[in-house]
């Protein structure tokens, strides 16, 4: 019973390279999200996927692309990391409906040096 | 702009020693209010989700509350286990698929 699945778990990157960040859910969930969490900020939105083949920006999107692959995997991508995005980075999934349970990931530990 | 305020940042307490976290918000118009509980080096496990005003919803030993501006998440009688950071979200009606989240309240229960 895997549910979110995000790799990797810890990552170091200079100023300027790249990174994909992969997630895969198991939960036949139709909406996946990117969520980044900083001390004293909460979680933020960067993007989400309402459906396969929809992508959409969340509140802090700049610096980041997504692709939703297919129904199961929805990925993260920094094309010329900063410092300012170091954080921990969370993938969740929900089913459409009333409640928006996100089920989420146990995150990527992302440093920008 | 939806606005989620929690409080205290952190809090001890003795094994056994209830006592209630805050959710204070600010939306127009309330969808949901969420309650997360995130252990070290985890992501997020849901708790609650609570539709409008008046509404409970219980748990082991914890129970959520909801007013028209607040939340509150009770523990009774906490155990060392019990020990996360709970985190409270909101969605409004003009937030599409947004959750707002609050920065979360640090909960340590000593044995």
């Known amino acids: 019973n895997a549910g979110v699945t995000q790799t990797p778990k810890f990552q170091v990157l200079k100023t300027g390279q790249s990174m994909t960040l992969q997630c895969a859910q198991d939960?036949?969930?139709?909406?996946m999200y990117w969520y980044r969490q900083d001390p004293g900020m909460g979680l933020r939105l960067i993007y989400y996927?309402?459906?396969?083949?929809?992508?959409d920006k969340g509140e802090v999107p700049n610096g980041y692309n997504v692709s939703r692959l297919n129904k199961r995997e929805f990925s993260l991508r920094l094309e010329s990391a900063a410092p300012s995005q170091t954080s921990v980075y969370f993938c969740?999934?929900?089913?459409?409906?009333?409640?928006?349970?996100?089920?989420f990931g146990n995150g990527t530990r992302l440093t920008v040096t | 702009e939806d606005q989620v305020t929690q409080s205290p940042e952190a809090l001890r307490l003795q094994e056994g020693e209830s006592s209630s976290l805050n959710c204070s918000y600010t939306?127009?118009?309330?969808?949901?209010l969420f309650w997360y509980r995130q252990d070290p080096g985890k992501g997020p496990e849901f708790l609650f989700t609570l539709y409008s005003a008046g509404e409970e919803k219980e748990k082991e030993r914890l129970k959520a509350t909801l007013t028209k501006k607040e939340s509150f998440l009770h523990i009774t009688a906490p155990k060392p286990e019990d020990s996360a950071t709970y985190l409270c979200?909101?969605?409004?009606?003009?937030?599409?698929?947004?959750?707002?989240f609050g920065s979360g309240t640090q909960l340590t229960v000593l044995p």
């Open positions: 969740a999934s929900s089913e459409v409906g009333r409640g928006l349970t996100l089920h």
């Open positions: 996927s309402a459906s396969e083949g929809t992508t």
């Open positions: 939306v127009s118009g309330l969808r949901g």
């Open positions: 939960m036949n969930h139709n909406s």
């Open positions: 979200a909101v969605i409004s009606s003009g937030s599409a698929r947004q959750l707002t």
